[in-house]
């Protein structure tokens, strides 16, 4: 019986050095992992005002997003043909995110954006986003992996 005993303590005390080792690997919520994400957000937002196209880059292959009327969405192919008529939007800001990992190849992006766009009546219309964005490491290369979406009334400013 005390093999028994002896066996549990050695198994619970490796366990938990394990369980240490791997909380050390995971990227800190506010490091340079983080602060590169947040960045590659900022720039997605930033896609709808004509800023750098980075869809590609950061999406994966197998990337999902659901839409806030719940389409569903995969992966451009490439980046829009530019055409000075279309109606960009306006003042795009990432106004929120937050980084939390949850294994050292894990992570989700909790946000929220802004944008101003142009109706149909000439008139415009200021429209906010809240989001989750879910990001994997994979071969060294962090990626999103799925999106949702959730359009929300803004606050005031």
């Known amino acids: 019986?005390?093999?028994?005993?002896?066996?549990?303590?050695?198994?619970?005390?490796?366990?938990?050095?394990?369980?240490?080792?791997?909380?050390?690997?995971?990227?800190?919520?506010?490091?340079?992992t983080a602060k590169w994400m947040i960045e590659k957000e900022r720039a997605?937002?930033?896609?709808?005002?004509?800023?750098?196209?980075?869809a590609t880059e950061i999406l994966a292959d197998d990337f999902q997003g659901t839409a806030p009327k719940?389409?569903?969405?995969?992966?451009?192919k490439?980046?829009?043909?530019?055409?000075?008529?279309?109606?960009?939007?306006?003042?795009?800001?990432?106004?929120?995110a937050d980084v939390r990992f949850f294994s050292p190849d894990a992570a989700v992006v909790y946000g929220a954006e802004s944008k101003t766009v142009a109706l149909p009546d000439a008139k415009?219309?200021?429209?906010c986003l809240v989001w989750s964005d879910m990001w994997l490491r994979r071969k060294g290369r962090w990626?999103?992996?799925?999106?949702?979406?959730?359009?929300?009334?803004?606050?005031?400013?």
Request: charged share 20%; hydrophobic share 40%; proline share 6%.
């Open 70 to 76: 719940g389409i569903r969405y995969g992966k451009p």
């Open 1 to 32: 019986m005390r093999s028994h005993t002896f066996l549990f303590w050695v198994a619970a005390v490796a366990a938990a050095f394990a369980g240490q080792a791997l909380a050390a690997d995971i990227p800190a919520n506010d490091g340079a």
């Open 44 to 54: 997605w937002a930033n896609m709808a005002c004509g800023g750098e196209w980075v």
């Open 143 to 157: 990626q999103i992996i799925a999106v949702q979406d959730n359009r929300v009334d803004c606050p005031a400013r």
């Open 78 to 96: 490439s980046a829009p043909t530019y055409d000075p008529k279309t109606q960009w939007s306006t003042d795009c800001r990432l106004d929120q």
């Open 124 to 127: 415009h219309e200021r429209r």
